[in-house]
């Protein structure tokens, strides 16, 4: 059994920057895949940002590469976003997700590879 709390949401100028936090339970948090998922009103969820157990491997979606990093820390159980240069379309709830099914595999882009999900938290980008 896994829990995700995510925080750090909140509302921030175009331009600004955030930084979103995942507290993860659990003993083997160091081996499996980590990613993070958005989704606007009326939006699909979508993939945002991934990586690996050990943080060797890292993936972004187009729309947010070179603006966003993803990070981990495999001793505080914790999954990091620090997104830069903040757009109105980066609006919508962030979920920080696990994929316990798959241990030490790759990271996946699909929302249904992922079985843990935190409940959100939102993030406003005004113009």
């Known amino acids: 059994q896994v829990q995700l709390v995510e925080s750090g949401g909140g509302l921030v100028q175009a331009g600004g920057s955030l930084r979103l936090s995942c507290a993860a339970s659990?003993?083997?948090?160091?081996?499996?895949?980590m990613a993070w998922f958005r989704q606007a009103p009326g939006e699909e969820r979508e993939f945002v940002a991934g990586i690996n157990f050990s943080g060797g491997r890292i993936y972004y979606a187009d729309s947010v590469k070179g603006r966003f990093t993803i990070s981990r820390d495999n001793v505080k159980n914790m999954v990091y976003l620090q997104m830069n240069s903040l757009k109105p379309e980066d609006t919508a709830v962030y979920y920080c997700?696990?994929?316990?099914?798959?241990?030490?595999?790759?990271?996946?882009?699909?929302?249904?590879?992922?079985?843990?999900w935190g409940q959100g938290t939102q993030v406003t980008v005004s113009s």
């Open positions: 997700a696990a994929d316990t099914a798959h241990g030490y595999g790759i990271v996946g882009r699909s929302q249904r590879e992922y079985d843990y």
């Open positions: 659990g003993r083997t948090f160091k081996t499996y895949p």
